[in-house]
Nanobody
Framework: QVQLVESGGGLVQPGQSLRLSCAAS????????MAWYRQAPGKQREWVAT???????TYTNSVKGRFTISRDNAKNTVYLQMNSLKPEDTAVYYC???????WGQGTQVTVSS
């Protein structure tokens, strides 16, 4: 079973950046389609971005041009570079496969002045 550990969240001001990391177990990580999701307070979890096995990327409209998803198969790690953060980006961020399997604990991102 794949285990996922997210890190890199924190409290930042609007306009600042954060880089999230997600370490995944499993010897076939390079074959997985990986994604980032987020859940804001009082809202349902939503998909944010995807990176395929051959590094094709897709993004939800609200983060296009600001967020970049990437992967390092040698490290079994997927990243989310988040620039120009906005208060509405505040959420717990999760990585997972697509489709998702068991969820990790996520990492909190808070954007506030």
């Amino acid at each position: 079973q794949v285990q996922l550990v997210e890190s890199g969240g924190g409290l930042v001001q609007p306009g600042q950046s954060l880089r999230l990391s997600c370490a995944a177990s499993g010897s076939i990580f390079s074959r997985y389609v990986m994604a980032w999701y987020r859940q804001a307070p009082g809202k349902q979890r939503e998909w944010v971005a995807t990176v395929t096995a051959n590094t094709l990327t897709t993004y939800t409209n609200s983060v296009k041009g600001r967020f970049t998803i990437s992967r390092d198969n040698a490290k079994n790690t997927v990243y989310l570079q988040m620039n120009s953060l906005k208060p509405e980006d505040t959420a717990v961020y999760y990585c997972n496969l697509m489709p998702p399997v068991a969820w990790g604990q996520g990492t909190q991102v808070t954007v506030s002045s």
